[in-house]
Antibody, heavy 125, light 109 residues
Framework: EVQLVESGGGLVQPGRSLRLSCTASGFTFGDYAMSWVRQAPGKGLEWVGF??????????EYAASVKGRFTISRDDSKSIAYLQMNSLKTEDTAVYYCTRDVEMATIGAYYFDYWGQGTLVTVSS | SYVLTQPPSVSVAPGQTARITCGGNNIGSKSVHWYQQKPGQAPVLVVYDDSDRPSGIPERFSGSNSGNTATLTISRVEAGDEADYYCQVWDSSSDHFVVFGGGTKLTVL
């Protein structure tokens, strides 16, 4: 059974940093790209960024709203994806979900077939 | 950047058919995916690549995509289908790569 478990959320002051973890099980983690998607309270879904599998270079892409502040990495030996969040702003307050990404190879697109339960990040003084 | 437009709400009586639209410029040329999110829960993939269903998703859920509109159709709606539904595309030409629609709240009357 595929499972994704996020951890590391909490209350943090503006300008500070926080690192989230996504621990995966039930599949060969290294074969998949992984994304982070967030949802502000009462709002819709917003993609944060993703990391490709090592087979595709392990490269990352980010939404414009977090580029330069957030960094996604992965440890395939531990089946964990990370989201390092620096220079946090109040508008980063959200539930953060990690997802397993399925690549549609013929068109280079991805969709999200499994989601974790999310971890809440609150940025407030 | 690419924009997906969904109606904020759709209401339907039990047993009827619900249609949730997702509008975007020439969206028919893209692959559209749909997610269901019930209150307090994580999203669940219900349709991928316009019209395919993941295992475990009832046949009542179907999708189509043409021109400037993609549609999620839920037949024989049940009370348990009440949720928010989001469409999603991948658009590497935009600064966001992944674009979600704003979401549609499906209310079962």
């Amino acid at each position: 059974e595929v499972q994704l478990v996020e951890s590391g959320g909490g209350l943090v002051q503006p300008g500070r940093s926080l690192r989230l973890s996504c621990t995966a099980s039930g599949f060969t983690f290294g074969d998949y790209a992984m994304s982070w998607v967030r949802q502000a309270p009462g709002k819709g879904l917003e993609w944060v960024g993703f990391i490709r599998s090592k087979a595709y270079g392990g490269t990352t892409e980010y939404a414009a709203s977090v580029k330069g502040r957030f960094t996604i990495s992965r440890d395939d030996s531990k089946s964990i994806a990370y989201l390092q969040m620096n220079s946090l702003k109040t508008e980063d307050t959200a539930v953060y979900y990690c997802t397993r990404d399925v690549e549609m190879a013929t068109i280079g697109a991805y969709y999200f077939d499994y989601w974790g339960q999310g971890t809440l990040v609150t940025v407030s003084s | 950047s690419y924009v997906l437009t969904q109606p904020p709400s759709v209401s339907v009586a039990p047993g009827q058919t619900a249609r949730i639209t997702c509008g975007g410029n020439n969206i028919g040329s893209k692959s559209v995916h749909w997610y269901q999110q019930k209150p307090g829960q994580a999203p669940v993939l219900v349709v991928y690549d316009d019209s395919d269903r993941p295992s475990g998703i009832p046949e009542r859920f179907s999708g189509s995509n043409s021109g400037n509109t993609a549609t999620l159709t839920i037949s024989r709606v049940e009370a348990g289908d009440e949720a928010d539904y989001y469409c999603q595309v991948w658009d590497s030409s935009s600064d966001h790569f992944v674009v979600f629609g704003g979401g549609t709240k499906l209310t079962v009357l």
